[in-house]
Every structure is written in structure tokens, then in C-alpha cells.
T-cell receptor
């Protein structure tokens, strides 16, 4: 089983739609959680950190459920510019394990 | 600098040749990480440094891969005797701290290595 798993995608949605991505992780000692986005042939860029209490940044909402080892990302009112691959990233245990990436979920927002 | 810089952008090597990639972390960042992304798929962690010291090298294929971070020089990742399967994008990332809750890593633009 992979350490971080994501919805396989791709997701093709019309502009203005709401879309949700799911991610699960296997290391219960993981401490830090992030969503990054990666555009075609570019480096990953931080979209948002994910906090236990859940957090929102404009149209983006992230949730973390430690008991279920589950992370989600909700995008409301999707824009064409949201088209990208969304990477669920987990930073491990107290030792400070390096970033472990999910395989990514590709989103295409269509006009 | 304020961004992670990586050179070269593209590198083409024949099988068996050496490849050397460079990374300059964000100024003030103590930690440097190297990742390999094959065919835009999953990222594989290679090695990390705390300043010039190797922090974690559990991901490194030790036979042909080596890396250094020397004072006042860009960090480097070197592949001796490249193989076809080394073709990938190699990303460098840096962070100010490590092991801190929600400490973000910032990624460079990557070096695209093609082994023919």
C-alpha cells in the first residue's frame, strides 16, 4: 500500500463547479500536511497547509481527519486557472521524515 | 536569493555519461532536499542536507548517485554512468527549519535530465 493515496482522477469540471479531492495517508505519526499544485512541466507550489481544525483560503478549503488519516481539498467556483495537478503531501513523524507525495489528481476546468 | 535556483534547466546525456545538477537554496534556508519525478508521476525523495551535512540519504541509489552541499557553493547532485531510467525531472527544495509543524518546502524549477 502506498504511503499517500489520492483520487485517481482526472477530474473534468465546468467553470464555476465545486470539486473535492480526497487523500489518505498510512503513517499515523505524520505531523504536517499540505496541498501543493503542479502545473504542466513546472515545480510544485504550495497551495495551502492543512490544519487539524480545518482551514480556508478564499475558494479553497482543506480538512484533516487524523483519526481516519484522511485529508480533503474543496475548490469552490472553479476557474480555468485552477487546472493543474493537485498533490497531497505529508511530512512524517517526530524524526522529521521528508515530504511524501501522493500521486496527484489532475483537474481540468472547462469553459 | 528569494527563490530556489536550479541549473541547468535541461540536460541530455548518453548512457554511461556523467550528469551534474546544481541547486542554490533560498538565502537563510538551512535544509536542502532533492527529489526525482519520473514522467510527471510520483516524487521520490533522494537526499536531504542540513547546511553542508547529510541529513537523510535513505532515498539515494548509492552506487551511482552522490550529492554535496559545500559552504558558499551551490549544492550539487551527481550521477555517474547514467542509465536510461535516470531520465526524470530532478527537483531541489529548501526550507528554513525542519521537523517543525507545517514547515513548508519551496521548490526550484527542476532540471530535466534525458538519458539517451
Amino acid at each position: 500500500r502506498k504511503e499517500v493515496e489520492q483520487d485517481p482522477g482526472p477530474f473534468n469540471v465546468p467553470e464555476g463547479a465545486t470539486v473535492a479531492f480526497n487523500c489518505t495517508y498510512s503513517n499515523s505519526a505524520s505531523q504536517s500536511f499540505f496541498w501543493y499544485r503542479q502545473d504542466c512541466r513546472k515545480e510544485p507550489k504550495l497551495l495551502m497547509s492543512v490544519y487539524s481544525s480545518g482551514n480556508e483560503d478564499g475558494r479553497f478549503t482543506a480538512q484533516l481527519n487524523r483519526a481516519s488519516q484522511y485529508i480533503s481539498l474543496l475548490i469552490r467556483d472553479s476557474k480555468l486557472s485552477d487546472s493543474a495537478t493537485y498533490l497531497c503531501v505529508v511530512n512524517g513523524d517526530d524524526y522529521g521524515q521528508n515530504f511524501v507525495f501522493g500521486p496527484g489528481t489532475r483537474l481540468s476546468v472547462l469553459p | 536569493g528569494e527563490e530556489v535556483a536550479q541549473t541547468p534547466k535541461h540536460l541530455v546525456r548518453g548512457e554511461g555519461q556523467k550528469a551534474k545538477l546544481y541547486c542554490a537554496p533560498i538565502k537563510g534556508h538551512s535544509y536542502v532536499f532533492w527529489y526525482q519525478q519520473v514522467l510527471k508521476n510520483e516524487f521520490k525523495f533522494l537526499i536531504s542536507f542540513q547546511n553542508e551535512n547529510v541529513f537523510d540519504e535513505t532515498g539515494m541509489p548509492k552506487e551511482r548517485f552522490s550529492a554535496k552541499c559545500l559552504p558558499n557553493s551551490p549544492c550539487s547532485l551527481e550521477i555517474q554512468a547514467t542509465k536510461l531510467e535516470d531520465s526524470a525531472v530532478y527537483f531541489c527544495a529548501s526550507s528554513q527549519l525542519f521537523g517543525q509543524s507545517q514547515e513548508t518546502q519551496y521548490f526550484g524549477p527542476g532540471t530535466r535530465l534525458l538519458v539517451l
